[in-house]
Structure formats: structure tokens, C-alpha cells
């Protein structure tokens, strides 16, 4: 498999059999386990998982790969599509889904909110990560790295840096380094609490980082709403506020709001 590695999809293949194995150790995929792979690549991860796992799916959207890799692991069922665009109604829903990527960093983002927005369908991920975004994933309150992504995250999933990767174990080699990252779609969340508006809370929230709460929300979509009526103290900022400080703020507003 020659392909050269496309800029545009973001692809850094793993070449280092060591950090294969620990990470596919660190997944531990069981035989009758639904999984999904995000972006298989070269197979370096589809090898190891399928010689154990007889249900994996792997989406390629580089359609160059796709034939190579149906011919090499023929017991895996490959879609060649954009993981962005799928229907995870496609699927068998009678046992929930596990996922494992060496994802593109570039869309790393947009792959955690599908994953959130889909988690009724997930057991749990583990995502390789350029490490400063897996450092805000797992960020604490009062921390340079704690912000928008540690606060939705830790709220619909629990996360834990697993461990940090060096770029020589890629080709090419990425001038940043990576992580491996775990999230777990464990968390009872609050039924009366809108996902969307929780997540548009706390993206107003941090609008303005170096402002109060109340300079921020002002400046948010959420100007209209009379904010003396709220019992969160709008002098802190954002970065003062705990996953259950938020919840509690969100919830406040959406009464406000409705």
C-alpha cells in the first residue's frame, strides 16, 4: 500500500508495532465486541484488531485505500465515507458500539461532538489526539488548558489521558506530539437539561475569557435573558466554574430562557 499520505485528510500513519500493540492492548477488543475504526489507514491498528475481533467496521474516506484493504483484511467491513456524515442508524442497536481512531487532528473536534451527539449508540472511544487538545480534554478548573472541549466532554463522558506518543512513531512525522485518549459514554446526565443549550451555555461562557461570567453572557445570545435572577455569582469567570457549576448555571438559564 504506496499511497502518499494526503495533507487534506490529515494522515500521519503509525509505523511503530510497539505503540500498536500498546494501544490496541490498552482498547483490549473482545471477540463479539461491535467496533468502529476511524480511518483505518494502512491497517496498522485493523490488523491486530481483526486477527481477534470477528464485527469490525472501518471508515476510510480515502477512497484509494479502500480496495487494498478489503483484499488484505477480508473479514472487515470497510465503508468508504466521511465519519462526519455518517448515520449511526445503520447500524445494529442491540449492542452498543466501541470506537478506536488514529483520528485527523484537524477534525478532531468535530469527531468528539458527533460522538456526543451519537452516545446513546457508544460504549466508549479510544482516540489518538494531538496531545495539547488531549491535555484540554481532561483540563481542571483554574488551568491554562481548561476551556469549552474539557467542560462538554467531562459533562456527557467520563475521559482520561491514557498516554502521551512521540511523533517518531509516525510516517510522516507530525510536528507535534500525540496522546491517547479514553472516554467512556458512562455519565447519567440530567433529562430536563437540553444538550444544545448546555453546550451553547458554555461556549458563551467562554466567549470572553478574560471577563466575568456576566460581561461574557452579555455578549452571548443570551443578552435577553434578566441575569439578577440567577443564584451563580456572574463575577467569577469561566474558568472558576466546576462541570457541576455549569450544570447548575445552564439549567438556571433554560428556565430563564423558556
Known amino acids: ?10 494522515q500521519n500513519y503509525l509505523i511503530d508495532r510497539n505503540t500498536i500493540l500498546k494501544i490496541v492492548n490498552k482498547f483490549h477488543p473482545q471477540k463479539e465486541d461491535s467496533i468502529i475504526e476511524i480511518g483505518p489507514g494502512r491497517g496498522a491498528l485493523t490488523s491486530e484488531i481483526s486477527s481477534i475481533n470477528d ?30 456524515k455518517m448515520d449511526f ?10 470506537v478506536i481512531g488514529n483520528i485527523p487532528y484537524n477534525i478532531t473536534s468535530p469527531i468528539l461532538f458527533s460522538l456526543i451527539k451519537n452516545r446513546t449508540r457508544f460504549s466508549d472511544a479510544l482516540l489518538m489526539v494531538q496531545y495539547e487538545v488531549a491535555k484540554r480534554m481532561v483540563s481542571k478548573p483554574n488551568t491554562k488548558d481548561y476551556g469549552i472541549l474539557g467542560v462538554i466532554l467531562n459533562y456527557f463522558a467520563t475521559v482520561n489521558l491514557e498516554f502521551k506518543i512521540s511523533p517518531n512513531v509516525f510516517k510522516p512525522k507530525p510536528k507535534v506530539d500525540s496522546a491517547i485518549v479514553a472516554l467512556r459514554f458512562d455519565k447519567e446526565y440530567d433529562n430536563d437539561l437540553e444538550d444544545r443549550f448546555f453546550i451553547n451555555v458554555v461556549k458563551a461562557a467562554f466567549g470572553n475569557r478574560r471577563k466575568t461570567l456576566k460581561n461574557s453572557l452579555k455578549n452571548s445570545s443570551f443578552n435577553g435573558l434578566d441575569f439578577s435572577l440567577l443564584n451563580t455569582d456572574l463575577s467569577k469567570r469561566a474558568e472558576d466554574l466546576s462541570v457541576l457549576d455549569f450544570i447548575k448555571l445552564a439549567k438556571e438559564m433554560q428556565i430563564l430562557n423558556n
Open 89 to 98: 442508524a445503520q447500524f445494529d442497536n442491540s449492542t452498543k458500539i466501541r
Open 55 to 84: 464485527n469490525l467496521i472501518a471508515i476510510e474516506i480515502d477512497n484509494r485505500v479502500i480496495k487494498s484493504l478489503s483484499t488484505q483484511f477480508p473479514n472487515v467491513n470497510f465503508i468508504n465515507q466521511d465519519f462526519l
Open 1 to 10: 500500500m504506496k499511497n502518499k499520505p494526503l495533507k487534506r485528510f490529515g
